[in-house]
């Protein structure tokens, strides 16, 4: 959240004085500009996936069933990453599911399919990104972020970024 003492606060993306695509000048949130403006920090301690095996007995008890394993999770961590959504593309089905089990304030962040990000690398992905876009709405309030992790074999290019994020839904 961007919070300005005399003009409220606006979650980052929405319409207001900001950052993250809105007008602010360069030098606003300087620190020694503090006083007209504050950035209001929401920090949550999670990991990537939660469904090991491996860690029961130093995690979870042992022995410990993977039925139960979410909801035990959730308990101790606010956010998790989800990394299935790496190696299939999730569907509304799927992530209405996920929504239910989450509790109040719990969110997820969910990890680009791979064709989008290491087979069609940003490029001709609109149909891809749409539907995953699409899937991942289905998270309501206990959607984080998208993380699109890219191959360390993928150059920069400035181009192919700009043409990605002219395609990503809003």
Not at 32 to 59: H, Q
Not at 75 to 96: D, G, K, S
Request: glycine share 8%; with cysteine.
């Amino acid at each position: 959240y961007l919070m300005a003492p005399d003009r409220g606060a606006w979650p980052l993306g929405d319409s207001g004085p900001g950052v993250g695509g809105l007008a602010v000048e360069k030098d606003a949130l300087d620190p020694i500009r503090r006083s007209d403006y504050c950035l209001a920090m929401e920090i949550a301690v999670g990991t990537s996936g939660y469904n090991y095996p491996e860690w029961k007995g130093s995690f979870y008890p042992d022995p410990f069933p993977a039925s139960k394993m979410f909801a035990y999770y959730a308990e101790r961590f606010r956010t998790v990453e989800i990394n299935y959504t790496f190696y299939r593309m999730p569907t509304p089905e799927l992530t209405a599911k996920w929504r239910a089990q989450a509790p109040e304030g719990f969110r997820y962040t969910l990890k680009a399919p791979k064709r989008i990000t290491h087979q069609q690398r940003l490029v001709d992905c609109k149909d891809s990104l749409a539907m995953f876009v699409d899937s991942a709405r289905g998270l309501g309030p206990h959607l984080a972020s998208l993380l699109f992790q890219l191959p360390p074999n993928l150059k920069c290019d400035v181009l192919r970024l700009e043409r990605f994020v002219e395609i990503l839904p809003t």
